[in-house]
């Protein structure tokens, strides 16, 4: 399985996307890197969340989850004190539906799957 991010440190890598020409995976500024199953990742990994358009979607694994509940300013920017494009962080996947991305400055956002979604689900200018 592959996943696409802006930097590709060993592990599980994600990235919520802000354009829906072809999904994330083809129309954000990424490159590929391998990445384990969300289902076998255990602990807490290196993760770049893109959050141009907000917090609202990651892929984990090959698989979108959806933020919960979805973080914006009100007009399609992460909110204040969040990094723009990317936040690094960790992401825990805690179960086969759930994972939790977490940062240094005590940001947290609870993921949840969303099966059958195969582009990005999120589309901003």
Not at 41 to 67: E, M, N
Not at 78 to 95: A, K, L, M, R
Request: glycine share 14%.
């Amino acid at each position: 399985m592959r996943v696409r991010a802006k930097v590709a440190p060993a592990g599980l890598l994600a990235l919520a996307g802000c354009t829906a020409a072809g999904g994330v995976v083809a129309s954000s500024p990424a490159r590929s890197a391998p990445a384990s199953s969300p289902a076998r990742s255990a602990g807490r990994v290196p993760y770049s969340l893109y959050t141009h358009c907000g917090i609202g979607f990651a892929r984990i694994g090959g698989h979108w989850y959806q933020a919960s509940p979805p973080l914006s300013d009100g007009s399609g920017n992460p909110p204040d004190g969040w990094g723009n494009p990317y936040q690094q962080g960790t992401i825990q996947v805690i179960s086969r539906t759930e994972a939790t991305f977490r940062d240094g400055a005590g940001h947290q956002v609870r993921f949840v799957l969303r099966p059958g979604i195969t582009t990005s689900p999120q589309i901003c200018a």
